[in-house]
């Protein structure tokens, strides 16, 4: 047995995420551990507390990092809120809405299931029905942006009927933070759960959550406990929990929230706002470029996630050997469909410090010239110069 | 709001975990991002279980890390294996115990405890009482090395006897692991969880587990879903099993893996049992200095940990002041007393590479000074040469 030491390629992420991350948050990994009772590094906590409430635009007490993926911080908001024989309005328009039903199911919760098509947002008028036909619903659940699909959904409007009819909202924003407007407060959302790995451009690991004092509320009064011990908030909240001692719950990841905390001084440095324009731009250039080559996006216009642009496989292109080319001659990933779709789209994902004008020009001109070399029935050269006139307009 | 870049002071780490970690782990940790589906990393991946193998002592198949801390490893090891109703003996001789108590509460288990005190080893023989006495038992639960009192169990001898009487294993072996001799397949243990952060030298946040074709069988023969979406190792499986295509289930922590997988590849190239007489040596030293110091062990020597030497606080001391000073003077961090255990011992821990000479006689002499300043009611200055001679004998 002899195995060395790993040495990754240099790839340009522009899937689904992981997205490439700042240099500076991998530099921030690197440094030397110390103790997760430290004083210097419960500091430390709290000032990640206060960047990621400025991320969901929150005032919430409880808000902070589950130590664990994205897929965990889904999993932390339903084992929290829902008890046995609860039943949950849950919108499905992809994977994730599926995935919301399996953790429903699994906490003993009951499910209702609004379906949209994929592709296409959630449809406020059916969710509305459902809760109608629903007066027992306790939660309304739904994707804010399906990484499946690309896809955004109207949060505020959706938690306004949620309000209306007494639910409380549970959000997937594992790939809007940080890249397109998420108003928490605003918008009245109550359980809300996210990724590191999208839009905050840092490594994955780490699901950044956050909970009104109405869902909060809901935890503290369950009548049973918590599946989970790991994630149970009443545990959790000892270590996380602002003032006074922390109590020993697990071991922090320490490096990994090293990472996170660099990775919101950078969105703070920029501005959230401008985080969310230089989204937008770089999507309307990657657009230009992708229609400039005869190919369409899944997703009507006005539904479109800018950082995760899902696009049409072109009739008789194979799609997986355009990815393979790509990650082999170009070291550039973007993704595949995931469940129904795939076979039919490409994910190209502008996410964080990916979403920018060498990103755009690099995958249109090798997507480009991978198509055209495989004699893809589409116009070919056309794309890096259709999105530098979008960059110019 | 104008938060910082933070900047960790240089402690040198030994508490109870996370231990000081090699350089060349947060050097690897700091490598580029590439994706959780790309092939480079899924043959890191594969190389990863091969080197937890030869850390597990084992050829078990399903030898992967949990994407989450020790006290996930510990909760997936427990709601896969545990189905409402089934009864669980558990031999309780600490915290981490009582953990396993609520895990298998949360799972609609039944918990019988098996009570050792704190600082002893489990007796088997209460265990064996046990198991005869619950002939309906499905699984035999214990704390190979406890964390929060320093004490060694007998696995081999616990895992004979739960396999006399038909029940499967469940061993905690987070601060084992790497420091101390571990050997699952010649002990027969079932389903086995570690963390690393203590004697792999790794930053906190993955749980290494490894599961025995037995403790497979059983997941894979449940009657009911796993209640934990995320820890579903029926899931999980898809992506970590080898061979063939892999499946998302969530998106693997990247970069904390890379650092896994250096500390792997550390660990190959000293030689585990290397590293067990390294842990031993070291031991060793402290314990001649601490008892040159007139202080004394939790812990019976025969059932001591090398990694992690309870101290019993010496009457009339502000144990807490001591440790404070030896914080902020010395930026040396040793670990206070755990749950029942809290203000009455000190843990210093000598895990992975900070289990070496320098912090042996770094630790002793700073604890010596501390001691001596606040006039506490021992020999002074001498701990560091008794040290010395121990490394000489």
Redesign the interface.
């Given at each position: 047995?002899?195995?060395?030491?790993?040495?990754?390629?240099?790839?340009t992420?522009m899937?689904p995420?992981?997205s490439?991350?700042y240099p500076?948050i991998?530099?921030?990994?690197?440094?030397?551990?110390?103790?997760?009772l430290?004083?210097?590094?419960v500091a430390?906590m709290d000032?990640i507390k206060?960047?990621l409430r400025?991320a969901f635009q929150t005032q919430n007490a409880l808000t902070m990092p589950v130590?664990?993926?994205?897929?965990?911080g889904?999993?932390t908001a339903f084992?929290n809120l829902v008890e046995p024989g609860d039943k949950v309005v849950i919108c499905q328009n992809g994977v994730f809405g599926g995935?919301m039903k399996?953790?429903v199911?699994?906490?003993g919760g009951v499910a209702v299931m609004v379906e949209d098509a994929w592709g296409a947002a959630v449809d406020p008028n059916k969710a509305e029905d459902a809760l109608k036909a629903n007066p027992d619903a306790k939660i309304l659940a739904f994707v804010h942006a399906e990484t499946s699909t690309g896809a955004q959904s109207d949060a505020k409007t959706l938690a306004e009927i949620a309000r209306k009819y007494d639910c409380l909202t549970i959000a997937d924003t594992v790939t809007s933070l940080g890249g397109t407007p998420l108003m928490v407060d605003d918008w009245g959302l109550d359980a809300v759960y996210s990724?590191t790995?999208k839009c905050l451009s840092c490594?994955?690991?780490l699901s950044p959550v956050t909970f009104s004092e109405r869902a909060l509320d809901t935890v503290k009064a369950r009548k049973t406990?918590?599946?989970?011990?790991?994630m149970d908030l009443n545990l959790v909240l000892g270590y996380w929990a602002g003032g006074g001692k922390r109590a020993?719950?697990?071991?922090?990841?320490?490096?990994?929230l090293?990472?996170l905390?660099?990775a919101?001084?950078i969105l703070?440095e920029e501005g959230i706002e401008n985080a969310w324009t230089r989204h937008r731009r770089n999507h309307e250039a990657l657009r230009a470029g992708i229609e400039a080559m005869g190919l369409s996006f899944v997703v009507k216009a006005e539904d479109r996630l800018p950082q995760l642009n899902a696009i049409s496989i072109p009739g008789g292109v194979d799609e997986a050997a355009v990815r393979t080319r790509l990650?082999n001659e170009y070291n550039l990933?973007i993704g595949a469909g995931?469940g129904a779709m795939a076979g039919k789209i490409w994910r190209i994902g502008l996410m964080g410090c990916a979403s920018n004008q060498r990103n755009v020009l690099f995958c249109l001109g090798a997507l480009d010239a991978v198509l055209s070399d495989m004699r893809a029935p589409i116009t070919s050269g056309v794309a890096v110069g259709a999105a530098m006139a979008a960059y110019k307009s």
């Open positions: 047995m002899t195995i060395r030491s790993f040495h990754p390629p240099q790839r992420l899937g995420g992981p490439d991350v500076r991998l530099e921030a990994m690197s440094r030397q551990t110390i103790g997760h430290d004083p210097m590094f430390m000032e206060v960047m400025y130590s664990a993926p994205g897929s965990a889904m999993e084992v995935r399996e953790n199911e699994r906490c990724g790995q490594v994955p690991g406990k918590v599946q989970s011990w790991f020993y719950h697990h071991t922090a990841p320490i490096n990994a090293y990472g905390h660099e919101l001084v703070q990650l990933e995931l």
